[in-house]
């Protein structure tokens, strides 16, 4: 079928554009249009206008505007063609001609819903019969009004084999069970699917019948019961209540997708009508396309058990390779083993808004899920996590957002491992002395901190100093002067045995803290003139030392966190050899469990001190990987 522009130029000009919207908002004459509250957005003063002569819609207030198949794809959340359809038979012209095949499979499908339809209705007359006692019984305990039931098309199946079928005879087995109304084992005589069970109608975006879900009455097997996949019905592109929360997700600004038929009921019965529920499997992409028409973020409430939370996850990671920008996924996290459902009816609408008011974003779930699915003590474990993160913002078709994930799970890594940052207090107290030294000889020492503030830094031995990783230590210290101040108290704690590399550590910090403000160029300076711009430039060459810190073109972030790193490492080291030394000599002496224990202790704590050493080296090779990438 061919749409020719003359074909939609005519079907436009034969809609009454304010009898089209009037069914749905309430229209005032003004001049030569119609005002009204905007349907697309809250209002109270009305900004909707609608103008017949020029056959538009406008809202000055949220830019909504369109024609009258626009306000049918828009409004009513109808696919285009769908769209045309029902206003070329409102307005009394015929689609263009199928070709035949196309005209087969159209007139078998009419019977379709048709049949679905008279089965609905059937249902609803069992509902409220004699039959219908029971389930009636189950949606008063829910809380489930007559109103809504009716809204909703509830109904209900007789414990019964044939009831359905004789009641729909005349069109015929063969399209019942092409249906899904009943069921053909081999060449055996059919029998109605659902029996016994609460009946809820599954519409398509038209309102039209296209299948049904089935509630158990009381106990079996299984709980719900889903119409199987027919020519009307494919349960991975459909979404339960879609053609009721189209329009009250406009209205609402965003749509609530839960986990199955009661949640959305009950959400609705509260005032949420723009909650949709997939049908017994996992979100799917078609499903999520559905939904972003609607909202750029909808916001999934699953179940708060462990299955609801492992569903959001499963739909987390199946959005991410669709993510563009500005569209994503939000989630609600419910109390532990309640639903929507449960909590309207305990604690009323005010808290299931105040939830919604609280959603996670996507990348804080993925980052969650990932820093809880296992132990992370380990280098070994803490890499499985980078690469797990890494591989998760890979599969992310869209460059930027892809790129955007990158950064973030490398800023939260970073962050959460991290160790804390030191404050220093770089005010000089009366009396000439700054805290943490004293002056001496008209110079300011750093000192180790008293009563055990840094108990790391305790008894460390100037033979144990590390000179490969002091080196590197003072070198970003010269590189990045204001870091000094921060790390001071530490880097009292350290001594060297002397000599020139200690000479110049001392310098750098006499310097640095005499002007806090100094840069890197002015220090080098200032040590040129003492003595010590060789040391200095031979520390500083790109090729030196494999740390962040090092580097002339670093984040700050990263310099100061990975040089914190790197000074912890250099004042412990001494402390944890020095001990291991007296306890392999004290278990060489005389072995016992206690000084096993102790030489076992001390050996892990020194791999982890090398561990953390290493995790700095790949930090920068990271980093270097990272700002090729980007370049």
Same mark, same amino acid.
């Not at 029971?134 to 009831?163: C, M, N, Q, W, Y």
């Not at 010590?532 to 700050?556: E, S």
């Given at each position: 079928m061919t749409l020719t522009p003359q074909f939609l130029d005519e079907l436009r000009a034969r809609t009454l554009l304010s009898a089209l919207v009037g069914k749905s908002v309430k229209l005032q004459k003004a001049g030569r249009e119609f005002r009204g509250c905007c349907p697309f957005h809250n209002e109270k003063t009305p900004s909707f206008y609608v103008n017949d002569d020029k056959a538009f819609y406008h809202c000055f207030g949220c830019s909504a505007h369109g024609d009258a198949i626009r306000w049918m794809t828009d409004q009513r959340g109808l696919p285009f063609m769908d769209a045309v359809k029902e206003l070329a038979q409102a307005a009394g012209m015929e689609m263009p001609a199928m070709d035949p095949r196309a005209a087969e499979k159209a007139e078998a499908a009419k019977g379709l819903y048709e049949a679905m339809d008279a089965a609905a209705h059937?249902?609803?007359?069992?509902?409220?019969?004699?039959?219908?006692?029971?389930?009636?019984?189950?949606?008063?305990?829910?809380?489930?009004?007559?109103?809504?039931?009716?809204?909703?098309?509830? @109904?209900?199946?007789?414990?019964?084999?044939?009831? $359905?079928k004789a009641q729909l005879k005349d069109f015929g087995d063969p399209l019942l069970v092409e249906a899904g109304l009943l069921i053909q084992v081999d060449d055996k005589e059919p029998y109605d699917r659902f029996r016994g069970r609460l009946m809820i109608p599954i519409r398509d975006p038209r309102g039209r019948v296209i299948a049904f879900g089935g509630r158990v009455i009381g106990d079996g097997e299984p709980k719900y019961l889903n119409s199987p996949d027919t020519p009307l019905f494919d349960k991975g592109r459909t979404l339960y209540n879609l053609d009721r929360a189209a329009a009250a997700s406009r209205k609402s600004g965003r749509v609530i997708v839960v986990e199955g038929y009661m949640d959305v009921i009950a959400l609705a019965q509260a005032g949420f009508g723009e909650a949709v529920a997939p049908l017994g499997t996992a979100l799917t992409e078609a499903q999520l396309e559905r939904l972003w028409r609607l909202s750029e973020v909808p916001i999934l409430c699953f179940d708060g058990d462990n299955a609801g939370q492992k569903a959001s996850v499963r739909a987390a990671h199946r959005a991410l390779p669709m993510l563009a920008p500005g569209r994503s996924l939000a989630f609600v996290t419910l109390p532990p083993g309640q639903d929507p459902d449960d909590l309207v009816r305990a604690k009323g609408p005010q808290a299931f808004e105040a939830l919604l008011g609280e959603t996670q974003p996507l990348?804080?779930? $993925?980052? +969650?899920?990932?820093?809880?699915s296992g132990p992370l003590g380990t280098p070994e474990e803490?890499?499985?996590?980078?690469?797990?993160?890494?591989?998760?913002?890979?599969?992310?078709?869209?460059?930027?957002?892809?790129?955007?994930?990158?950064?973030?799970?490398r800023r939260r890594f970073d962050a959460h491992f991290a160790p804390p940052p030191r404050v220093w207090n770089a005010a000089r107290p009366a009396g000439g002395a700054m805290r943490g030294g004293a002056m001496k000889g008209g110079k300011w020492r750093p000192a180790p901190p008293a009563g055990g503030d840094h108990?790391?830094?305790?008894?460390?031995?100037?033979? @144990?100093?590390?000179?490969?990783?002091?080196?590197?230590?003072?070198? @970003?210290?010269?590189?990045?002067p204001a870091e000094i101040a921060r790390h001071v108290e530490m880097l009292g704690a350290l001594r060297f045995a002397g000599g020139a590399l200690g000479r110049l550590f001392e310098a750098v910090i006499d310097v640095a803290l005499e002007d806090q403000? $100094?840069?890197?160029?002015?220090?080098?300076?200032?040590?040129?003139?003492?003595?010590?711009?060789?040391?200095?430039?031979?520390?500083?060459?790109?090729? +030196?030392?494999?740390?962040?810190?090092?580097?002339?073109?670093?984040?700050? +972030?990263?310099?100061?966190?990975?040089?914190?790193?790197?000074?912890?490492? $250099?004042? +412990?080291?001494?402390?944890?050899d020095g001990a291991l030394a007296d306890a392999t000599a004290a278990l060489a002496m005389r072995f016992s469990d206690e000084a096993f224990e102790r030489q076992v202790s001390l050996v892990k704590e020194r791999h982890a001190l090398e561990a953390r050493l290493a995790n700095l080296c790949q930090a920068n090779e990271d980093a270097r990987t990272l700002d090729t990438e980007g370049n």
């Open positions: 059937w249902f609803t007359d069992q509902l409220m019969g004699i039959a219908g006692g029971e389930a009636r019984a189950v949606l008063e305990r829910r809380g489930i009004k007559a109103e809504t039931a009716k809204a909703f098309g509830l @109904g209900f199946s007789p414990d019964s084999r044939g009831k $359905l990348v804080d779930r $993925l980052w +969650a899920d990932e820093l809880a803490r890499a499985g996590l980078k690469k797990r993160l890494a591989d998760l913002a890979q599969t992310i078709a869209d460059p930027s957002v892809r790129q955007e994930y990158l950064s973030d799970f108990p790391q830094a305790q008894g460390v031995k100037a033979s @144990g100093i590390d000179p490969i990783l002091a080196k590197a230590v003072l070198a @970003g210290l010269i590189r990045h403000a $100094l840069d890197s160029e002015r220090l080098r300076t200032i040590l040129a003139k003492s003595g010590f711009d060789q040391m200095a430039t031979d520390l500083l060459r790109a090729d +030196a030392t494999p740390y962040t810190f090092t580097q002339k073109n670093a984040a700050p +972030a990263r310099v100061s966190a990975d040089l914190h790193e790197a000074i912890s490492i $250099l004042v +412990a080291r001494p402390e944890v």
